[in-house]
């Protein structure tokens, strides 16, 4: 265990938990679980509530559903704590012992009306992404064209105001630039690359990682392979983190590793567990404690202060 207090930003764990696959609270074959996230350092975890293209449109939200169900029987268990509002957050900061797990959604399918959002705010949903990679009700994902819909920037203000992240990692390029226009609080890229190191569609620009700090926002830093380059290594990972600080600061860097979400793993880096490697590799590479302090926690720490709504507020 390293002595970091590490934030994840995406991980779709609670997939292979409802499945019944892995038990959240085992060390078994998920690359996150409760052991293998004491054993990496993690203090907070985002979990990902996503939905398969089989189930949508009309079985989006009714899985969605399933999904917070599962996420909301293991945040229960008393060594961890459910962050909804910046009381939460303090708490758990003044209890280092705890591990704060944040509910996010990826991809706005089962949003299919203000009224949902709400509810959706009343479950503990603390951080949603637009899209997936395809065209929903709200906006364009990667794999389109177009941009944020009438309800999409509807949703965002409601986001806003509401106190929930809004996540543009799969947006469109149209789509980012809308919700640039619209947002009145702090984005992230949960788990999205440099298209200057890997030009993938997946991947930020140069112009779109400006515009995201602009807005006083968190770019993190994804593991999946595809979103890397050719040299699937911690080297190459830690040349995006450096790509991202050159450009805009430290101060807007993060890590989303996007654990349990491909099937395939960078070596040295294949769990939570092994989270001390890309320390190590960060070191290597010259950055120093506070900036790694920086980058693989307090950022994110620092948005979730900007962005949660106030006191019991949602609790």
């Not at 939460?88 to 705890?98: A, F, P, R």
């Not at 949902?116 to 794999?143: S, Y």
């Not at 996007?258 to 939570?272: M, Q, R, T, V």
């Not at 302090?293 to 949660?308: R, W």
Request: charged share 20%.
């Amino acid at each position: 265990m390293n002595s970091f207090k590490i934030v994840d930003s995406h991980c779709d764990t609670l997939l292979k938990i409802n499945s019944g696959e892995t038990n959240f609270f085992t060390k078994g074959s998920s690359r996150v679980n409760l052991p293998k996230i004491i054993d990496g350092g993690v203090f907070i975890q985002f979990m990902a509530v996503y939905v398969h293209q089989h189930y949508k449109p009309g079985l989006s939200l009714k899985r969605s559903l399933e999904l917070i169900n599962t996420f909301l029987g293991i945040v229960n268990d008393p060594r961890l704590i459910h962050i909804k509002n910046k009381e939460d957050l303090k708490h758990l900061l003044s209890n280092e012992k705890k591990i704060g797990l944040l509910l996010s959604l990826e991809g706005a399918e089962p949003i299919e009306s203000i009224a949902v959002l709400d509810i959706f705010f009343h479950l503990g949903m603390r951080c949603i992404g637009i899209t997936w990679n395809q065209r929903n009700m709200l906006a364009d994902g990667c794999n389109e064209t177009g941009g944020l819909t009438h309800f999409g920037k509807e949703v965002i203000n409601k986001m806003s105001e509401l106190g929930i992240l809004c996540d543009v990692s799969h947006l469109s390029q149209a789509s980012f630039w809308d919700v640039i226009k619209v947002t009145k609080k702090p984005i992230i890229a949960s788990h999205s690359n440099c298209h200057a190191l890997c030009p993938h569609p997946r991947n930020l620009t140069d112009s779109q990682i400006k515009e995201l700090a602009q807005t006083g926002g968190v770019m993190s830093i994804t593991f999946y392979p595809d979103f890397i380059g050719l040299n699937r290594n911690l080297d190459s990972i830690v040349k995006h983190i450096a790509h991202v600080g050159e450009l805009v600061g430290i101060e807007h860097v993060g890590i989303g590793s996007d654990f349990d979400g491909a099937e395939f793993s960078i070596p040295n880096l294949e769990n939570s567990s092994k989270l001390a490697n890309l320390v190590k590799e960060l070191k290597t590479s010259g950055f120093h404690k506070q900036e790694i302090e920086k980058i693989l926690g307090n950022n994110i720490i620092n948005l979730l202060k900007n962005t949660l709504p106030g006191g019991n507020h949602g609790s």
